[in-house]
């Protein structure tokens, strides 16, 4: 018979401090480009952690979840990827799982890839598995350990109690410069209110064969815009992704305040709820063919798009953008348009030219003020014109990659980042500044134009 007395002990919190973990390299978010550079990290030997305030891995590419990669094409005709380092691999192991759709966007003049936001999350655990990668979420960085130049380590604040991450070099992916900023380093803030959105995951959509799927949405984004006004949408420049594999529809048609305030966010993120509510009702009862019997699957944490950036060595503006300019030290390139949401209604929307490339260099990656501290993602230092072309997940990627990169030479020699050749970093990741890259090799599977 089993004896309750030794089944349980009596226990009680000691004031001895929380645990602390040793890494080389700590990455402070867990979205597209910290997860790209805690796996690029680990796959050049060094011991990664990587934290995050969530409690999944993939940021906002899987909890919002954003639903399309965008910017990791060409523009033109022809769209080829511009940045294959990692990205084919996360490409290819969507295919295999059948969880993506390459949709030409008439709009964009370039591909993007509709995917499956669980598989994705599982592609990315299984990565950061192989390369050993200590991962803390739920994990909120709640101070930085500043000295001189130098941040030397993290407290990090969990459900399971204190923790701290001491490390030779850092990576600031939180989307929000929240390192930089608890570390009381100078960040930037746009003026202006840029909004985010809450997205939503439909269910159960008549998506029709994948050739169909281009009018479905031309028809759906056209209801948005001509009767959203009498649901009392807010936002009429709607987009939405169909997944025809999965029947499944990704909403992006709403538009939310996201201030860096614990209580405000909430409330423009229930706020946010109501408008995916109005905008269900109206494509059900507008389009009751396509999306009759369609349901809810997920509506994740509301999407910020641009809120802090770092400052860094050199602030990417528009101009540089628009004018393609090749910086000695760029890292990587995109073609993706301004895609500025600061407008409740709508949005600025400016593609470039067929064939048009612009750059990142790394010196807007490099904090300023530190010498142990690298952004990537979308709190680079750009200007928010600059931003909102560059923060797309494609670029995401490639900034994660340099970044990593940097890193690798920089903890080599254990020298400043700033230090760093920026001509070896580019050498690495020459396939994402050079070249044509097909994907899928055999051309495409299919053609929307969104
Ligand atoms: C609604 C919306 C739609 C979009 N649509 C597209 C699209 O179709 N295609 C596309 O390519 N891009 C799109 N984007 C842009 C793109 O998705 C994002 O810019 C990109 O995902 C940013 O990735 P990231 O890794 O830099 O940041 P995030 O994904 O935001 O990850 C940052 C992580 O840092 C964590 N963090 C923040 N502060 C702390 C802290 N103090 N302690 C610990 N962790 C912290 C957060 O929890 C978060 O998980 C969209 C963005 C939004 C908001």
Redesign the pocket.
């Known amino acids: 018979m089993a004896e309750s007395v030794s089944a349980v002990r009596t226990v009680r919190r000691s004031d001895t401090p929380g645990m602390t973990v040793q890494a080389d390299v700590c990455v402070?978010?867990?979205?597209?480009?910290?997860?790209t550079a805690a796996i690029m990290l680990a796959r050049r030997g060094h011991r990664v952690a990587l934290?995050?305030?969530?409690t999944w891995i993939?940021?906002?590419?899987v909890?919002?979840p954003?639903?399309?990669?965008?910017?990791l094409f060409s523009a033109g005709p022809n769209p080829f990827l511009l940045s294959p380092v990692l990205a084919t691999e996360v490409l290819d192991a969507l295919a295999r799982e059948d969880a993506c759709y390459i949709q030409y966007s008439r709009r964009a003049r370039t591909n993007?890839v509709v995917y499956d936001e669980v598989t994705a999350m599982r592609i990315f655990e299984q990565m950061l598995r192989a390369g050993d990668v200590q991962i803390i979420l739920g994990?909120?960085?709640?101070a930085a350990d500043l000295d001189g130049r130098r941040i030397r380590a993290v407290d990090?604040a969990t459900r399971f109690g204190a923790c701290r991450i001491a490390a030779r070099a850092f990576v600031d992916?939180?989307?929000?410069a929240?390192?930089a900023w608890?570390a009381g380093l100078a960040c930037r803030e746009p003026t202006m209110a840029i909004h985010?959105?809450q997205?939503c995951v439909l269910e159960g959509v008549v998506c029709g064969d994948p050739a169909e799927t281009r009018a479905v949405v031309q028809h759906a984004e056209g209801l948005i815009r001509e009767r959203g006004e009498a649901y009392g949408l807010t936002r009429r420049e709607g987009?939405i992704?169909l997944l025809p594999s999965r029947q499944v529809a990704i909403l992006?048609v709403t538009h939310v305040e996201t201030p860096l305030d614990p209580v405000a966010f909430w409330h423009h993120g229930l706020e946010g709820r109501e408008q995916v509510e109005r905008a269900i009702a109206l494509l059900k009862a507008e389009y009751p063919e396509v999306f009759g019997r369609a349901h809810v699957r997920s509506l994740g944490h509301p999407?910020?798009?641009q809120t802090r950036s770092i400052v860094g060595m050199h602030m990417l503006t528009v101009d540089e953008v628009n004018a393609g300019v090749r910086f000695p030290d760029a890292i990587a390139r995109v073609a993706?348009p301004i895609e500025l949401h600061d407008t409740a209604a709508g949005y600025r929307w400016e593609p470039f030219p067929d064939g048009h490339v612009h750059y990142i260099p790394l010196r807007s990656l490099l904090h300023a003020e530190a010498d142990n501290l690298i952004a990537?993602?979308?709190?680079i230092d750009a200007d928010p014109f600059a931003l909102s072309s560059v923060?797309?997940?494609?670029p995401?990627m490639a900034t994660?990659v340099a970044a990593a990169e940097c890193i690798d030479l920089a903890l080599w020699s254990d020298s400043s980042l700033h230090d760093v050749d920026a001509g070896k970093v580019q050498e690495r990741v020459a396939p994402n500044l050079d070249g044509e890259w097909p994907w899928p090799p055999d051309g495409g599977t299919s053609a929307s134009g969104a």
């Open positions: 402070v978010g867990a979205g597209i480009s910290g997860t934290v995050d305030s969530c993939g940021g906002q590419a909890g919002v954003i639903g399309t990669i965008a910017g993007t994990g909120v960085v709640t990090v992916a939180s989307g929000d929240a390192l608890t985010g959105t997205m987009v992704f992006n999407g910020i798009r993706w990537t993602g979308r709190c923060r797309v997940m494609g995401c994660a």
